[in-house]
């Protein structure tokens, strides 16, 4: 694990080099055109100018990155679970799959720590993981996600979050999206306030025109290119995090199965909207819904949804090694150097122990058996039902059960989070009482059944 960290941590900290070049390139530029157009000074004294420049450019360098890694560090995390308006999932029945489902992935991918996990209120179904080290990390997913997934799909949504974790993706990503918002804010402030007022006691006409190439440099020449250094290096990490999820999972199929459940056009009607809301943590995310499913850009913040599915949809089973292969054929390019697919390889633990393996292969799947449980109804259909009509009618009915039941435990675990408790009445009413009436008595509104409510968690 640790040889595979530290390939990934060199590569991350030659883009980091870049962006962080490129930040005092644009200081640097920005302080030494507005001395050369603010300030006369003879011929003799010019260089003294420009070396004053450079040290002022480092005086202001120096302490903004300073401040910001040190804000990353302390609870850079945090923030950005905040900013999307995540809440802390409360360990409770309800929660108990998708508790089980991260225990599981960090089992499986030999990960030290162990994740907080949060639930983020939202019609487009969608997850991300941050954080710092192994103590200091989340994953979070929306309460939308845990209604369409089954079992295996779920796993395989966290798999490729737990992989980001593995691979300190979110480290690198929240300090380089420091990097590329920082100059993207001094860009915009500069097209904003460019227009002002000259200074009539400033520098002559050649000096204008070097302000005015250093100010079109700034605004437009340096965001695109750090917008195409983080984007491209966000892009080939969502596909580093398939494969590893695929060897954690060993089940390409489900990661398929989830990313074209959570790409369907029926949640397009909310993905501006998301993405609006989200656009400071959208690399983080395993998918952007703005995003056309089929079509690369240079800024796209995410590779083509489709051609993932297609590399998935075409592995026989959960090997780095078959990926690769199939990577480089719908990509024409190498996901994996030599020795990264050397340590790849060798990464992660075998999964536990599932209900599988002392069911006969029934696997018991989402809410409560969902999905492995309507395997286990089809099949014990299919061997007393000779109407295969019928069959189909009653697996249907169960399905449309299964579903109302996933959505009914996301809802469940989104009142919790925000420490409303959950009773269950004998009349089947769920009942969800706010903290404010904890240790008071609570009638069922339909039944008048009086329930005494302990303290929410």
């Known amino acids: 694990m640790w040889e595979l960290i530290e390939i990934n941590k060199r590569k991350s900290m030659t883009l980091l080099f870049l962006l962080g070049t490129l930040l005092f390139a644009v200081i640097l530029l920005i302080v030494e055109g507005v001395l050369q157009y603010t300030v006369k000074v003879s011929e003799d004294l010019y ?138 804010t001094i860009a915009s402030s500069i097209s904003f306030n460019g227009g002002g007022r000259s200074s009539s006691r400033g520098g002559n006409l050649v000096s204008l025109l070097i302000l005015i190439v250093i100010m079109l440099i700034v605004t437009l020449v340096a965001p695109l290119i750090a917008k195409m250094l983080f984007f491209m290096t966000s892009r080939k990490r969502e596909y580093l995090a398939d494969a590893c999820a695929v060897q954690f999972t060993r089940n390409p199929g489900a990661l398929a199965s989830a990313l074209t459940k959570i790409s369907s056009q029926e949640f397009k009607p909310f993905a501006k909207d998301f993405t609006r809301k989200s656009e400071a943590q959208m690399p ?60 790849s390889v060798k990464m992660g633990n075998p999964l536990p122990p599932t209900p599988a393996d002392f069911a006969g292969g029934s696997v018991v799947m989402g809410l409560q058996g969902a999905s492995g449980a309507a395997e286990a109804a089809g099949s014990v259909l299919s061997g007393t039902e000779t109407d295969t009509g019928v069959s189909a009618q009653k697996q249907s009915v169960f399905n449309s059960k299964e579903k109302i039941a996933q959505k009914r435990m996301a809802n469940n675990i989104m009142w919790e989070s925000v420490k409303y408790s959950i009773s269950e009445c004998d009349c089947g009413t769920t009942l969800k009482i706010p903290p404010c009436y904890a240790g008071k008595p609570i009638k069922c509104p339909h039944c008048g059944k009086t329930h005494t409510v302990e303290k929410a968690a």
């Not at 079992?151 to 395989?156: G, I, S, T, V, Y």
């Open 47 to 184: 260089d003294e100018l420009m070396l004053f420049g450079l040290l002022l450019s480092v005086i202001i360098f120096v302490p903004i990155v300073a401040f910001q890694l040190f804000k990353v560090f302390r609870s850079g995390y945090k923030d950005i679970l905040m900013m999307a308006g995540a809440n802390k999932v409360v360990p409770s029945k309800n929660s108990k799959v998708l508790c089980n489902v991260v225990e599981e992935m960090v089992i499986a991918s030999g990960f030290k720590g162990k994740p907080d996990i949060y639930i983020i209120e939202d019609s487009v179904p969608n997850a991300f993981a941050v954080g710092i080290n192994e103590k200091k990390c989340a994953i979070a997913v929306t309460s939308s996600l845990l209604k369409i997934l089954n079992r295996e799909e779920l796993q395989a949504v966290i798999a490729h979050e737990m992989a980001h974790l593995y691979n300190r993706d979110s480290l690198f990503l929240t300090i380089a999206s420091f990097f590329v918002g920082t100059i993207l």
């Open 284 to 343: 983080l995310y395993i998918n952007n819904p703005s995003l056309a499913a089929d079509k690369e850009s240079l800024f796209a913040t995410h590779p083509p949804i489709k051609k993932r599915i297609a590399i998935l949809s075409r592995l026989a089973n959960g090997s780095i090694i078959d990926y690769q292969k199939v990577y480089t054929e719908e990509c024409g390019e190498k996901l994996f150097s030599k020795q990264m697919l050397k340590e």
